[in-house]
T-cell receptor, first 114, second 111 residues
């Protein structure tokens, strides 16, 4: 496989459930990101990991919990979500400190909270 | 503060040319990116501008004016497959060099 792979592609969960989103990159990048994409809104950066260390946490509620076991894998653990958390969750990777290089995105997980 | 503005939706005809504008206000400009995103798919990189001027890449070109806080993406010889959302993003020194994103422009191509 190449690029950035996210699983699952679609997820429906109740507000009391616990689930996890998975992201894997095969590009040798050292930075990984979680974004939230809601309809007609800008991409919202949630978390950034550089060399497995979390460097950004943009005031994300604690019901979202990231985990980065190594530079190729990133998880987003979800618990007691709210209906307004329904959105497309995108994972991305890039080579940090190379500011002219682009980020590569996965196809996202379409999350619906019921 | 930081702000990226682009039109919500545009319509164009197959074979024609369309220009998608993006204006930005950031505390420390450090490069501008354009991405294409088809419905239900990942955003994919189109272009990068850090100096003023036009960057051409096949049917797509991107222009930047740093003094005006302005960029545009020019799509020529439009094809039906160009129907997608086009996202403008600026790398901002004031945000620890993270990307600040516009809401995207949905481009609809008609036969």
């Amino acid at each position: 496989e190449t690029g950035v792979t996210q699983t699952p592609r679609h997820l429906v969960m109740g507000m009391t459930n616990k689930k996890s989103l998975k992201c894997e990159q095969h590009l040798g990048h050292n930075a990984m990101y979680w974004y939230k994409q809601s309809a007609k809104k800008p991409l919202e950066l949630m978390f950034v990991y550089n060399f497995k260390e979390q460097t950004e946490n943009n005031s994300v509620p604690s019901r979202f919990s990231p985990e980065c076991p190594n530079s190729s894998h990133l998880f987003l653990h979800l618990h007691t979500l709210q209906p307004e958390d329904s959105a497309l969750y995108l994972c991305a990777s890039s080579q940090e400190r190379q500011l002219n290089t682009e980020a590569f995105f996965g196809q996202g997980t379409r999350l619906t909270v019921v | 503060g930081q702000n990226i503005d682009q039109p919500t939706e545009m319509t164009a005809t197959e074979g024609a040319i369309v220009q998608i504008n993006c204006t930005y206000q950031t505390s420390g400009f450090n490069g501008l990116f354009w991405y294409q995103q088809h419905a239900g798919e990942a955003p994919t990189f189109l272009s990068y501008n850090v100096l003023d001027g036009l960057e051409e890449k096949g049917r797509f070109s991107s222009f930047l004016s740093r003094s005006k806080g302005y960029s545009y993406l020019l799509l020529k010889e439009l094809q039906m497959k160009d129907s997608a959302s086009y996202l403008c993003a600026v790398r901002d020194r004031g945000s620890n060099y993270q990307l600040i994103w516009g809401a995207g422009t949905k481009l609809i191509i008609k036969p």
